[in-house]
C-alpha cells in the first residue's frame, strides 16, 4: 500500500508596491489549482522603499521558520533594489512583473517606464467618472428601485430574488463601467404570464438569470428561515415559472447556481455583446 503523507501547510505572500489588487488576482488564480494545499494568504501592500522591503523578507523568512516550508512569494514589484531585497529571503518568489516585461521589451525594442501602480492609479479621470456614474446607476437601478434614465441601462438583469443579479450588477459597473439595472420577477408576474409593464419595452436589453430551486431555498433560507418565500415548493414554482417566461419573451438567460459573480459578469459581458467602457 502506497504512503501518502498530509501536505505541508504553506504561507502564501502577494506583495506590491501599490495596492497589491493585481498580484493577489493573479496569486489567487494560480494557488486555485492546488485546492488540497493548506494555505495562509498574507497580503502586503506599499512595498516602496528599502527599509519596508528589508522589514518584509524578515517576516518571510521568520514564516519559513515557523512552517517548516518555505513560503511562496508572489509579486508586483518595479524597483529592482527592492526586488533583489525579497529575493534574498528564503522563499520561491513569483516576480510577476519580471516574468512578463522582459519578453515584452525584447518584442517591443523599447524599455519599460517602471512606473509604480500604473494599472490602478487615477490617471484617467475619464475612466474613473466612468466607473464612478455606472456603480452609482447600478444602486439606483437596484431591483427596479428607479425607472429614471432606464434607457441609459446597457443591461437590466432579470430573475427570481436572490440569483445573484444585484451583485453581478455592482461587478460590470466596477470593472467595465457598464450600466447595469436589475428587476426581480416575482409572483404576480407569473400570474399575468408576461413581462412587467416596467420592463416590457426593453426586451432586446434584458438578460435573465436561472438557479437550481434547492439552492435558492437554501439561500433564502439564511434571509427569511420558515417561511413561505424560502420554502422549497416556492422556490420551485417561482424558478419554473420564471424559466417559462423568460422562454415565452425571448430572453437569454443563464443558471447561476454554481457561478462566482466574476463569471456570472463576464458571461453577461459576451453573451449580451457589450462593450466594455473602462480598463
Known sequence: ?????????????????????????????????????????????YIDSRAKATSVARTINEQCIADGARPLVFSTLVNP??????NSADALHLDCF??????????????????????????????????????????????????KDWNRADVTLVGVSRTGKTPTCLYLALQ????????PLIPEDFQHAELPAQIRNMRS??????????????????RKPESVYASLGNCEYEVQSAEKLMRRAGIPY??????????????????????RKIY
Not at 533594489?81 to 525579497?86: A, H, N, V, Y
Not at 467595465?176 to 428587476?183: H, K, P, T, V
Open 176 to 183: 467595465y463601467g457598464i450600466y447595469a439595472a436589475n428587476y
Open 254 to 275: 443563464l443558471d447561476a447556481t454554481s457561478k462566482s459573480i466574476e463569471e456570472l459578469a463576464t458571461a453577461v459581458l459576451h453573451q449580451a455583446r457589450l462593450e
Open 81 to 86: 533594489e527592492i526586488r533583489l531585497i525579497i
Open 1 to 45: 500500500m502506497p504512503i501518502t503523507t498530509k501536505p505541508i501547510h504553506r504561507t502564501a505572500f502577494f506583495l506590491s508596491d501599490r495596492t497589491g489588487i493585481t498580484v493577489e488576482m493573479l496569486g489567487h488564480s494560480l494557488l486555485s489549482q492546488f485546492e488540497n494545499i493548506p494555505l495562509d494568504e498574507i497580503t502586503l501592500p
Open 98 to 147: 519580471s516574468i512578463f516585461i522582459a519578453p515584452l521589451e525584447a518584442e517591443l525594442g523599447v524599455r519599460s517606464s517602471e512606473n509604480m501602480g500604473r494599472s490602478h492609479r487615477v490617471s484617467d479621470t475619464t475612466g474613473y467618472r466612468k466607473r464612478i456614474d455606472a456603480i452609482n446607476y447600478a444602486l439606483e437601478h437596484d431591483d427596479g428601485l428607479s425607472q
Open 205 to 222: 436589453k434584458l438578460f435573465g438569470f436561472t438557479i437550481n430551486p434547492e439552492r435558492l431555498h437554501e439561500i433564502r433560507s439564511e
